[in-house]
């Protein structure tokens, strides 16, 4: 038991003192380590179109790849890290953005899940206030209907 403990110990010691791995090739890298930390800076910000909620750092796919090339070239051009994020939001759109900003249609889709909690507990609530609620076509049985139903149920 105590052997088994240990190796699992030391399983879990191993994993969690690994690093993560990053899908940044060494190729990819760029020699200058501030334009390097910059890149990194930008591509955490950039989803990977195809691995949805992933940054294009963390991704292994080949347009991830493309872009955080892209984002090297623009930096080695000169641009800044907001001209660089803006020139490939223009190119793939907002939806390249990991936190798209809240303006424009944006807001609607920020709103739309408040907006729909609200509806629905809005609708919820009526619902069962109009069921709680007797009719008020509901009269009591008549005298007949009462010894008509004690007879039904006595069989």
């Known amino acids: 038991m105590k052997i088994l403990l240990g190796g699992q110990l030391a ?24 334009l390097e930390a ?8 950039l989803r990977c179109l195809v ?21 090297r070239d623009r930096l080695k051009a000169g641009d800044t890290n907001q001209q ?17 900003p809240m303006k424009g249609a944006n807001w609607l889709l920020w709103g739309a899940g408040p ?8 609708i919820g609530a009526v619902f069962i206030r109009r069921r709680a609620r007797t009719p008020e076509e509901a009269q009591p049985l008549s005298a007949e209907e009462s010894a008509r139903l004690d007879d039904i149920l006595k069989g």
């Open 11 to 34: 399983a879990l010691l191993l994993v969690l003192l690994v690093p993560p791995a990053f899908a940044v090739q060494p190729g990819e890298m760029l020699s200058d380590p501030n």
């Open 115 to 122: 907006v729909m909690l609200l509806a629905g507990l809005g």
């Open 51 to 71: 691995c949805r909620n992933e940054n294009i750092d963390d991704s292994n796919a080949d347009l991830a790849h493309d872009l955080r090339v892209l984002v």
């Open 38 to 45: 910059r890149a990194r800076d930008i591509s955490a910000g």
């Open 84 to 100: 660089v994020v803006n020139y490939i939001v223009d190119r793939y759109g907002e939806y390249v953005l990991l936190k798209p």
